[in-house]
């Protein structure tokens, strides 16, 4: 076969490719994270210096808070999240004002458009793929409540401001017909993205679907999963499918106690998790979609000691010999990244077979 690297990366997602796997990273470009050209410049650039073997656009975290007219202060970052200076949702009633935004017209939408189709031809060599959260962590984002069970990507303390049970619980038509238009919104931009170009769209190869922490342990239980997740998850994903049925969905389910499991019915194409974390699977369980995995992203901290990497990266090889797999951190990289950990990960590749 020819070194072709896109054609490579769907062989894989379809369980037939000829290499072991496809290597890459992601972060946040913090400082480049506002204008499409400037930020397609740095995801570029990151994707160029290493080499990644596919891509998985990063953009600025808090971009679905700004699509509904949040306010954030981009001067000022807490961990990669800009400071919140004014939530979509600011009490339980503003829930009631979360509308279905056009991905031609919504300012925040088309900016993230724009990057893409900039990234789309830059690389062209490789299988690109956008970040879409979820409609539920979405609307937890609209309102600054925690994306994950510990508390991070809130600016708010959920103890002293609105709480997920105020929010979503106490108000259950409300909440259904608000993730319903959150829905409609991403299908609207995920189709957008996965369309071709010569028919207008963006011509990326997928989405990066991401849980966030929901599933995190039972942040929000299996039960809640299919009221308040499932059914809009499928609004999202059902859109990429009929957009275009030759790109993926990679599903991401992020921290320990992650429950992969729970997303199989959702027929994702490659499946992320981290099989280092406790509570979670290894690697190589039998799942229908085929594993994304490598290497804890905590160990590409500044200092830390690449000896961890390279153990977990060599496990999760082995573990998946004959296999077909992408080989990547468990979450998005900190930022900065310790480069020497940056350059282990970048130097395991997988042969080219003839």
Known sequence: MTDDRRTAFHRIARKNGDRAFLTSAWQHHVGHEYGAAEFAGATVDFVKRWDWDWVKINPRAIYYGEIWDAVYDHEDYDWLVPKTIRPAIQSASDISRIDVRDPETNQVLREQADAARLIRTSLSDRAILDTIFSPLSV???????????????????????????????????ASKEALGRIARTLADFAALLVTPREQG????????????GLASHDYFNQEQFEEWAKPY?????????????????????????AHPERFMDLNPDLLHWDQFLPGNPEIDVDFQAVPVGGANFELFNPGNDTSQILKELDR???????????????????????????????????????
């Not at 069970?149 to 709480?163: A, I, R, W």
């Not at 998850?233 to 106690?257: F, G, K, M, Y």
Request: proline content about 8%; some cysteine; overall charge negative.
């Open 316 to 354: 999760t090889i082995e573990a998946r010999q004959g296999h077909p797999f992408l080989l990547a951190p468990s979450c998005t990289i900190p930022t900065p990244a310790d480069e020497g950990a940056l350059r282990v990960l970048s130097q395991t590749r997988a042969p080219i077979q003839d």
């Open 139 to 173: 609307l937890l984002q609209l309102a600054d409540l925690p994306l994950y069970p510990e508390g991070l990507g809130s600016d708010q303390n959920e103890k002293d401001d609105l709480t997920r049970q105020e929010l979503i619980f106490d108000q259950p038509d």
């Open 233 to 257: 998850d499928r609004i999202v994903i059902q859109a990429v499918r009929s957009a275009n049925p030759d790109a993926v969905v990679l599903l991401h389910t992020c921290r320990e106690e």
């Open 201 to 212: 769209g963006a011509g990326l190869d997928g989405i990066f679907f991401a849980e966030t």
